[in-house]
């Protein structure tokens, strides 16, 4: 929270893909199984976004089905990941013949805990293993999703980069970056370390005076960069 290093919190179905979509973003090897409740710890790794910005991803249990409230206490701790992550990147099964209502039924959830309200980017996972001539728009069409999914797949990788760009839209949509350009001094490497760890670089360049870097980054970490801006667009 201290440095505004974004989290984006996996939810969907179980068996939906969600660690096996951890371990593409992050290269972990977190426990991936075709079973109930695979993952039941929170766990939580570092991902680089295209940018070069970096940010936390969290696995979470699977939802089921009318999910009962006994079970919800029981997992709270990682429910909790939920409620405190900046984006939600809810994967579903587009392969499974009960897509639509898994949809259904994890959305329900989180409208339960009150979190529909915070930035959702919507994962088709397993696109890879429909069958010939069905598309995963023509699965979406059928599903109540909140916003225009993207077809991915978490084996083949297929997708993936696609995915990694609306995730750094929607975190910078949501922690309200704003526009900064500065001129590091080379004494100051540490500012440079910084901007890359916590901002969005969008150009990076030697001159004569140090390194200049323009980008953008949440406005509540500007403050040491301000005695070293070039060019600030934010008032």
Same mark, same amino acid.
């Not at 099964?93 to 915070?118: C, F, I, M």
């Not at 609306?166 to 004494?187: H, K, N, S, Y």
């Not at 500012?191 to 990076?204: A, D, K, M, P, S």
């Given at each position: 929270?201290?440095?505004? +290093?974004? +989290?984006?919190?996996?939810?969907?179905?179980?068996?939906?893909?969600?660690?096996?979509?951890?371990?593409?973003?992050?290269?972990?090897?977190?426990?991936?199984?075709?079973?109930?409740?695979?993952?039941?710890?929170?766990?939580?790794?570092? +991902?680089?976004?295209?940018?070069?910005?970096?940010?936390?991803?969290?696995?979470?249990?699977?939802? *089921?089905?009318?999910?009962?409230?006994?079970?919800?206490?029981?997992?709270?701790?990682?429910?909790?990941?939920?409620?405190?992550?900046?984006?939600?990147?809810?994967?579903?099964?587009?392969?499974?013949?009960?897509?639509?209502?898994?949809?259904?039924?994890?959305?329900?959830?989180?409208?339960?805990?009150?979190?529909?309200?915070?930035?959702?980017?919507?994962?088709?996972?397993?696109?890879?293993?429909?069958?010939?001539? +069905?598309?995963?728009?023509?699965?979406?069409?059928?599903?109540?999703?909140?916003?225009?999914?993207?077809?991915?797949?978490? *084996?083949?990788?297929?997708?993936?980069?696609?995915?990694?760009?609306? *995730?750094?839209?929607?975190?910078?949509?949501?922690?309200?970056?704003?526009?900064?350009?500065?001129?590091?001094?080379?004494?100051?490497?540490?500012?440079?370390?910084?901007?890359?760890?916590?901002?969005?670089?969008?150009?990076?360049?030697?001159?004569?005076?140090?390194?200049?870097?323009?980008?953008?980054?949440?406005?509540?970490?500007?403050?040491?960069?301000?005695?070293?801006?070039?060019?600030?667009?934010?008032?």
């Amino acid at each position: 929270r201290r440095n505004a +290093v974004p +989290v984006i919190a996996l939810v969907g179905y179980t068996n939906a893909g969600k660690s096996t979509l951890l371990n593409r973003l992050t290269s972990a090897e977190v426990l991936s199984e075709d079973q109930l409740f695979a993952t039941l710890d929170p766990t939580t790794r570092k +991902v680089t976004l295209p940018g070069g910005r970096e940010a936390l991803l969290t696995d979470t249990v699977g939802f *089921i089905n009318h999910l009962p409230t006994s079970l919800i206490a029981a997992f709270r701790s990682t429910l909790e990941e939920i409620s405190e992550a900046t984006v939600l990147l809810h994967v579903c099964d587009v392969s499974h013949p009960n897509a639509r209502e898994q949809a259904e039924t994890v959305l329900n959830v989180l409208g339960d805990l009150d979190v529909l309200a915070k930035p959702m980017i919507t994962a088709l996972n397993k696109a890879d293993r429909l069958e010939d001539g +069905v598309t995963p728009a023509d699965i979406a069409a059928e599903m109540p999703l909140q916003d225009i999914p993207t077809a991915i797949s978490a *084996i083949t990788g297929a997708g993936i980069d696609l995915l990694l760009g609306r *995730i750094e839209d929607a975190i910078a949509t949501a922690q309200g970056l704003v526009d900064v350009d500065v001129l590091i001094p080379w004494d100051r490497s540490d500012l440079v370390n910084q901007f890359h760890r916590t901002g969005l670089i969008e150009h990076e360049g030697f001159e004569e005076g140090g390194t200049r870097l323009s980008g953008r980054m949440p406005e509540r970490l500007r403050s040491p960069f301000l005695p070293f801006v070039v060019q600030d667009n934010v008032p």
